[in-house]
């Protein structure tokens, strides 16, 4: 019988393994927006001041890594994320089911949440769009200019 994914806070080494196994859309929008490899993006997501990095465990073994951390520029803005093997989709109901709960346990500290998001990464948008995140842009961003979308979820709204 499988066991239940799970989430935890994020190891170190959790970095290591998701990053030999990302999905295709979730390299290209790496790529696109920083020319960035799988592993630092994942090791980005530790160390920053309020940052919150966790794992997705099934079957003791990782097959996502999410976060939410402070934008740069913007006080009371947080830039959320989420990485993931193609493992995800093997407890899609599950996923979905409390998602939601982890996108409001993130935002507590924010009064809006936000990513840029690759138009081809369709099963982000459309994460996204579940957890209560609104298109607001389509405009040039990262290192190659490509069109994105700005993903914003504001606290009010929610």
């Known amino acids: 019988m499988p066991t239940k994914a799970y989430v935890r806070p994020a190891k ?14 979730d390299l290209t929008e790496l790529l696109f927006a920083a020319n960035a490899k799988p592993l630092e993006s994942l090791l980005g997501g530790f160390g920053g001041k309020n ?11 990782v097959i996502g890594m999410f976060g ?3 934008c740069t520029y913007m006080p009371n803005y947080g830039v959320v994320w989420l990485l993931g093997s193609d493992e995800i989709d093997t407890i899609g109901r599950q996923f979905l089911k409390e998602c939601r709960i982890w996108i409001k346990k993130m935002q507590n500290r ?5 990513n840029w998001v690759y138009p081809d990464n369709w099963k ?8 209560g995140f609104e298109i607001r842009a389509k405009r040039p961003y990262g290192v190659h200019n490509k069109e994105f979308y700005l993903m914003i979820r504001e606290k009010e709204h929610v």
């Open 124 to 131: 982000s948008l459309k994460w996204l769009q579940f957890c």
């Open 68 to 70: 939410v951390g402070d």
């Open 110 to 114: 924010y009064d809006v949440i936000y």
């Open 12 to 25: 170190i080494e959790d970095a290591y393994v998701l990053s030999t196994k990302l999905r295709e859309q």
């Open 51 to 61: 940052t919150q990095t966790y794992s997705i465990i099934n079957e003791e073994k």
